[in-house]
């Protein structure tokens, strides 16, 4: 039943894991994506768990605490600063953009993603006809926005696209209303994620008929039961990741290669083939 290809098979014959993979996402109508960092890797965002994930030999979970923000809030906010930065200067890949062509022509089509990057958000804007395809097809991002400020005082959220001055602990930004220092709107270890995300991400799952999973470990829970709950309601779940990992075992097929290569191979017949309005540009591959 499981099959699994490797980068070489992506234009593989029909009859192939790859060719089986979009038979079972084109079955469906209604469609999990579950996204994390591996995504993002071949845009140049490190994976926390890759060789460039440490930051000044920091681990993350050192920093993207509660517990460091309390004690160091200007070191917390010069990582959240060079991530930020870092996030700015990639650019979605084909990835993004295909799953958001895909997000935009077929309203069944869910994504949810572990990332904060906002590049799934900005491969979003570039397909989208208007701001409301964007709003309808905006992915449910389970751990926040790095683009995102919570107030640590009285919790007000806020788009906060600005450089945040992290030379001490005077500059860094602060509420307008309680006058708290203001912390990124991500969810830091420890803490927990949203109920209203969650009931979305996991309404989303149980009724999935195809759940594709893309460049995630699927060991942070609650996010790596998603594909579980998928599979376990019935879905056909479908895996692109170079590794293996504990969501393969649930797999019908497990594409063994780079997002940015196989997410095109995959979707773009899909969506040429019904005519979809998938966007215009000619960047996705
Ligand atoms: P992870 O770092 O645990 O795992 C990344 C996965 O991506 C691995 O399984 C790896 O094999 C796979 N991968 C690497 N390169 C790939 C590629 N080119 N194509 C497809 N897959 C590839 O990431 P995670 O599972 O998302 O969990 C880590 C947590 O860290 C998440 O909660 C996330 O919020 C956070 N994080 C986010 C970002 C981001 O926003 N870009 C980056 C690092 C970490
Ligand atoms: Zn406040």
Redesign the pocket.
């Known amino acids: 039943m499981h099959e699994t290809t490797s980068d070489r098979d992506d234009d593989g014959p029909p009859g192939g894991a790859l060719a089986r993979a979009r038979a079972l996402l084109d079955e469906a109508r209604r469609v999990l994506v579950l996204t994390?960092?591996?995504?993002?890797?071949?845009s140049g965002?490190?994976?926390?768990?890759?060789e460039d994930?440490l930051w000044k030999d920091r681990r993350?979970e050192e920093l993207a605490t509660p517990e460091a923000f309390a004690r160091d809030p200007r070191a917390v906010w010069e990582w959240y600063g060079w991530r930020r930065r870092m996030a700015r200067e990639c650019d979605p890949n084909p990835a993004h953009l295909w799953i958001a062509r895909w997000c935009v022509s077929h309203p069944d089509v869910t994504l949810v993603t572990?990332?904060?990057?906002s590049?799934h958000r900005r491969a979003l804007e570039s397909v989208a006809p208007d701001a409301a395809a964007v709003e309808r097809a905006s992915p449910v991002e389970l751990?926040g926005d790095l683009f995102r400020v919570r107030c640590a005082g009285c919790g007000r959220r806020a788009p906060h696209e600005a450089e945040v001055d992290a030379t001490s602990r005077e500059t860094l930004p602060r509420c307008q209303r309680c006058g708290e220092l203001l912390r990124p709107d991500v969810v830091w270890f420890g803490e927990s994620l949203e109920a209203e995300m969650l009931e979305a991400a996991f309404a989303a799952a149980e009724r999935a008929e195809a759940c594709l999973v893309?460049?995630?470990?699927?060991?942070?829970q609650p996010?790596a039961s998603l594909a579980t709950t998928a599979a376990g309601a019935g879905a056909a779940v479908v895996e692109?990741?170079?590794?293996t990992?504990p969501a393969s075992r649930v797999a019908e097929v497990s594409l063994r290669?780079?997002?940015?290569r196989a997410v095109p191979a995959l979707l773009r017949p899909l969506l040429e083939g019904d005519g979809g309005s998938g966007g215009s540009g000619a960047e996705g591959a």
């Open positions: 994390g960092a591996g995504v993002s890797a071949a965002m490190p994976t926390f768990r890759g994930g993350p572990q990332n904060v990057d590049l751990h893309v460049g995630t470990s699927a060991v942070v996010a692109i990741n170079p590794e990992t290669a780079d997002a940015a």
